[in-house]
């Protein structure tokens, strides 16, 4: 068989071989990028679906079958098969996902085929929880002593307050129009993905006040600024459509807000070193709202699509009562 080496972006190391296709498979792999193209799919994520379908027809040749013959048993040998290879419940879940897709994308073409994988799910995966908890009232603190000298601080303080008061993930953050934002009834729709529902949120008053002066004062300063000549490196090409829209932009007039959320944790971490990403924050807020309102009511707010997502922070706050039983318990 002539194999040659993918020319998908494959990982190094010992695991190079197993992503190494030949010409029949990388012309199919190239078909299934544009499908996953089409769907919105990001880069990183289209290379890890090609690699792993990749690797399900590479078995199906050495099983010598052909994709439209596999069925539900025969995926029940290819999960053996990952064991044996010592692949993680998790990663075979992904494969498993990714096997899925190509046969959406095979079934487009060919409306009869059977879906060998579709409702194959491993159990017994542990979702894990950002360590370090930051309690609430911590984050309220450092939400108030957040200190505003430049429009870059003040522009940040207002994300920080989306992200303790709100929950927000940095991707939303990054995704939020100007358009998302009813003021004047105190409200902001966080728009929904294919990983999150969206949802209408209530404003504090005082975050009400720093968006408003945010939209009508800040942004338009730095709006201006992008334009200045400046010593620091700028985007090569400044998407001026993209920034017109956005709600948080970057000083330097890039679309991506990724560089300025992390100056904004390098100066979260002068204060309170604990503190060390936007995911910790967030596991903190979900975890105060479960003491307060019923678990459905913070799996919107959190805008899980599954309730057991929201269940995750439930079960942490039952684990850390259970470490206290055990610990204070006139019994031990």
Request: glycine share 4%.
């Amino acid at each position: 068989m002539n194999v040659e080496r993918s020319q998908i972006p494959i990982q190094s190391g010992n695991r190079l071989k197993e992503y190494m296709f030949n010409q029949e498979i990388q012309s199919r792999l190239e078909a299934f990028k544009t499908y996953l193209q089409k769907l919105g799919h990001k880069e990183n994520t289209i290379r890890q679906k090609q690699n792993y379908a990749g690797y399900f027809l590479n078995w199906l040749e050495t099983e010598r079958m052909q994709a439209d013959e596999a069925r539900y048993n025969d995926m029940l040998n290819f999960i053996d098969y990952c064991t044996l290879e010592n692949k993680s419940k998790k990663q075979v879940n992904s494969m498993l996902g990714a096997i899925r897709n190509y046969y959406e994308y095979l079934k487009k073409t060919n409306p009869e085929i059977t879906n060998p994988a579709a409702n194959i799910y491993l159990k017994g995966i542990t979702r894990k929880l950002p360590a370090n908890i930051i309690d609430y009232r911590e984050l309220e603190k450092l939400y108030r002593e957040y200190q505003t000298a430049t429009n870059r601080d003040k522009r940040n303080k207002v994300m920080l307050g989306l992200l303790i008061y709100q929950g927000l993930t940095t991707g939303e953050l990054h995704e939020l129009k100007a358009e998302n934002l009813q003021l004047e009834q105190g409200k902001i729709i966080i728009p929904g993905n294919r990983k999150r529902n969206s949802r209408t949120l209530e404003l504090k008053p005082f975050q009400i006040l720093e968006l408003y002066e945010y939209v009508n004062k800040i942004r338009p300063k730095i709006v201006k600024e992008i334009s200045k000549p400046k010593p620091a490196r700028k985007p090569n090409k400044i998407n001026k459509k993209k920034l017109k829209e956005q709600l948080f932009i970057s000083i330097n007039g890039s679309e991506h807000i990724k560089n300025s959320l992390l100056h904004m944790f390098r100066k979260i971490r002068k204060t309170n070193p604990e503190i060390k990403n936007a995911k910790q924050i967030r596991a903190g807020v979900i975890a105060h709202w479960l003491k307060t309102h019923n678990l459905r009511q913070v799996q919107y707010f959190a805008g899980h699509k599954y309730v057991s997502s929201t269940e995750r922070y439930l079960l942490d706050n039952l684990d850390k009562l259970q470490s206290k039983l055990e610990k204070y318990h006139p019994l031990k």
